[in-house]
């Protein structure tokens, strides 16, 4: 059983910042990549930002040079640093990991709410 826990989320108002985290627990071999989804009211989900294992990182576009996101493998975490928040980054956020149970499977959190204001 693999637990994904995110926190962090919450108000903020146009042009500032919020760090996400998401930590991971529970039976499982190894964690390859880690990512950030998001999903805004009537809205598909869609990927934020990733990270594999040995740290290569992708971006989404238009959170390319406002968000950043890193692993701390010893905690079992992924964050993700929001900055230069707008309007429209207002949306649930999910963390998604890659974690080995006998095979790979995909792991979803809860999500946690990011609200910006205008």
């Known amino acids: 059983q693999v637990q994904v826990v995110e926190s962090g989320g919450g108000l903020v108002q146009a042009g500032g910042s919020l760090r996400l985290s998401c930590e991971v627990s529970?039976?499982?071999?190894?964690?390859?990549?880690m990512a950030w989804y998001r999903q805004a009211p009537g809205k598909e989900r869609e990927l934020v930002a990733s990270?594999?294992?040995?740290?290569?990182?992708n971006y989404r576009g238009s959170a390319k040079g406002r968000f950043t996101i890193s692993r701390d493998n010893a905690k079992n975490t992924v964050y993700l640093q929001m900055n230069s928040l707008k309007p429209e980054d207002t949306a649930a956020y999910y963390c998604n990991v890659f974690a080995l149970v006998r095979i790979y499977n995909n792991y979803w959190g809860q999500g946690t709410q990011v609200i910006v204001s205008s």
């Open positions: 529970g039976s499982y071999s190894s964690i390859a990549h």
């Open positions: 990270i594999a294992a040995g740290g290569s990182t």
